[in-house]
């Protein structure tokens, strides 16, 4: 029990006639990286919702760091912490201000460091005094988790957290939410990718129609079909490898500009003037 | 919880009263059509005016003029805590461990600081196209303390439409009903002036009394039985105002 950081028996909900969970049962081990994997409209943000006590279900029961979610709201929201589907930033505010918010509601010490120390962690420390509205999809992102570190909480929901990000961004998120697990924190991800539950995840499980099909590691749900066979395939490189061997994998240039449309716009209307 | 609920209010309001400076046209829009209203008034229409007293218009005027610059000034909270829910930052706050009512106490407090200053620009105007008053400071903090009861009245009324509304044009145009609602009542004209029907409307609508009580104030005369009418209708329309804004808000988050 003290090793189950959250802890979902039969969790149901409607909204009119619409059964989005329909028994939802699953537990997540302290420490470890759980994605909720389906298509959209499975239910993942429904589910996300719920046990971050934004909604309540209409049956069975959660508990999260030991804490019922529907009779102990106050004590859940003391453990966890929530990175929404969008980037839950204040665009009027600068980066530094947003942090320092939510570090003086999360009651932290010395707020202002608290900043300082995750603008450079986060890479943000140039932008920190500009406005969050000019920064790049993948700079509010990592303003975004900064954001949901503020005070340590012991559990992390991130939903869909790569969604509409560049590739270097993506992998800059897979980073830090690795970090994150080897720091003890324990991560509940909900994604559509498949290679992103497959790069991070120590359990997976497959949410789809209201359901959890599919529950195990990545090894266990390889085991479910048949055993593999040899074959001999010639190695060809996905255009997400040749898109990072080009632009470089460290995503340092990432961000503000927004230059890398430009070489592909300029072969295109070369290839219209040959015709 | 409940004992940081004050210290998280005050964070909270620091963070939409800094959205208002950094976007100080939302006051200034507050103030320039009941100035412009004022000056139509005033300069073009009021001369044809009898208000039955020997006033000069202004005077009479000012009270109806301040309640319009509040009706169309709670507009802008429907409009921020809409855009806090589309956003996603509501999310975030309702997922800490913070007072649920300071997310919207935040907006509230913030609606009374904006519309006091959009209300002292009327005023400060007004004193410049020769509004005069003998009020007392009694007289001042009473005026003062009814606009605020107004304002607080108002913009639950837009807790309510910022939390239901499906588009941020449907988050502002409730107010609409509320800024037209002055002209009929004693705001511009007496209502005696006005034909049976409407005459009745306008004596037994909120704004009447209010504005009656406010102008007995300014002019430094006893404000009568009406101040009480007046109060009865703010501390009537507040409550159900406020009960609607946390029921919709209970309701939205189960």
Known sequence: MSDTAISVRGIEKSFKDVHVLRGVDFDVERGSIFALLGSNGAGKTTLVRILSTLLKADAGAATVQGHDVARAPGEVRESISLTGQFAAVDEVLSGRENLVLVAKLRHVKDPVAVADELLARFSLTEAGDRRAATYSGGMRRRLDIAMSLIGKPRIIFLDEPTTGLDPQARIDVWRTVKQLAEGGTTVLLTTQYLDEAEQLADRIAILHRGTIIQNGTLAELKQLLPPAEIEYVEKQPSLEDVFLALVGETGEAESESGATGEPGDADASTRKEAR | ?254
């Open chain 2, 1 to 254: 919880m409940t004992t940081h609920a004050i210290a998280d209010t005050g964070v909270l309001t620091g963070r939409s009263l800094r959205h208002i400076l950094r976007s100080p046209d939302t006051i200034i829009t507050t103030a320039v059509t009941p100035i412009a209203l004022m000056l139509l008034f005033v300069y073009v229409l009021g001369g044809a005016i009898n208000t039955g007293s020997d006033e000069s218009y202004i005077n009479y005027l000012l009270p109806g003029i301040l309640l319009i610059t509040i009706a169309s000034g709670v507009a802008y909270t429907s409009y921020r805590l809409f855009l806090d829910l589309q956003g996603g930052i509501f999310d975030r706050f309702q997922s800490m461990p913070i007072a649920r009512s300071s997310v919207l106490w935040a907006h509230v407090l913030t609606s009374v600081v904006a519309n006091l200053v959009s209300v002292a620009i009327v005023v400060g105007v007004a004193l410049i196209m020769e509004f005069r008053t003998g009020a007392s400071v009694g007289a001042w903090l009473g005026i003062a303390g009814i606009l605020i009861l107004f304002i607080l009245a108002l913009t639950w009324l837009a807790v309510v439409a910022g939390l239901s509304a499906k588009s941020v044009d449907g988050a502002s145009a409730f107010s609409y009903p509320l800024i037209f609602l002055p002209f009929i009542s004693s705001a511009f004209v007496p209502t005696d002036s006005m034909p049976g029907p409407v005459a009745w409307f306008a004596e037994n609508q909120p704004v009447t009394s209010i504005v009656n009580t406010i102008r007995a104030l300014f002019a430094g005369q006893p404000v009568g039985g009406e101040i009480w009418i007046a109060l009865a209708w703010l501390v009537g329309i507040l409550v159900v105002a406020y009960g609607f804004a946390i029921a919709i808000y209970r309701k939205k988050l189960s």
